[in-house]
């Protein structure tokens, strides 16, 4: 039961141009979103979040998107940089009992690669 | 601060061997997290803590066991390796934002 699905194994994108990745969810008790970058040999490092109560969340060249309508999130990079080729991974926690904290459900990652 | 230190690095095990993946954070976070990360597969939950004596299953509990003597320390062990078990295992503190992961420990059981 994958409750956080990332359906493209991986993307590739020209430097400059905009990197879009997507991520779905089907428990509708998740309210807290989260987006981690991970390299090779390291563990994943959070990169920007959104609450279930906003639709959109920006930081720098990374914005967070939000339609929990149809449960769905993306991240988009704009603009692209070598830099950010690395495997991205989508997170959903429930902040059941009203803590700050959760247990947090991870989508399968997508490899993006950004090419000079 | 060194934030969320793992050791080892690599092991290899054999069959029905039996190790300690230690995992130590110097953030004072009270909730810890271990996480198994198979290929091409997102991270699982194998338990947490939220804070010192208190640890509870996640989703991939067997074959591992931990304890949380001090809100510094969360190690996990695993009793009888096997195959099943190999993986890259993660540790990880929380914060209100979001989580840091240690730089993992990549087991193999042979």
């Known amino acids: 039961d994958q409750q956080v699905k990332q359906n493209s194994p991986s993307l590739s994108v020209q430097e400059g141009r905009i990197s879009i990745l997507n991520c779905d969810y089907t428990?509708?008790?998740?309210?807290?979103f989260l987006w981690y970058k991970k390299y090779p040999a390291e563990g994943p490092t959070f990169l920007i979040s959104?609450?279930?109560?906003?639709d959109k969340n920006e930081d720098g060249r990374f914005t967070v998107f939000l339609n929990k309508s149809a449960k769905h999130l993306s991240l988009h990079i704009v603009p692209s940089q070598p830099g950010d080729s690395a495997v991205y991974f989508c997170?959903?926690?429930?902040?059941?009992?009203?803590?700050?904290?959760?247990?947090?459900?991870f989508g399968q990652g997508t490899i993006l690669t950004v090419h000079p | 601060n060194a934030g969320v230190t793992q050791t080892p690095k690599f092991r290899i095990l054999k069959i029905g061997q039996s190790m300690t993946l230690q995992c130590t954070q110097d953030?004072?976070?009270?909730?810890m997290y271990w996480y198994r990360q198979d290929p091409g597969m997102g991270l699982k939950l194998i338990y947490y803590?939220?804070?010192?004596?208190?640890?509870d299953k996640g989703e991939v509990p067997n074959g591992y066991n931990v304890s949380r003597s001090t809100t510094e320390d969360f190690p996990l062990r695993l009793e009888l390796a096997a195959p099943s078990q190999t993986s890259v295992y993660f540790c990880?503190?929380?914060?209100?934002?979001?989580?840091?992961f240690g730089p993992g420990t990549r087991l193999t059981v042979l």
């Open positions: 959104i609450s279930s109560i906003k």
């Open positions: 803590s939220v804070g010192a004596g208190i640890t």
């Open positions: 990880a503190s929380s914060y209100p934002k979001g989580e840091f």
């Open positions: 997170a959903a926690r429930s902040h059941a009992g009203g803590t700050s904290y959760g247990k947090l459900t």
């Open positions: 953030m004072n976070h009270n909730y």
């Open positions: 428990n509708s008790m998740f309210d807290y």
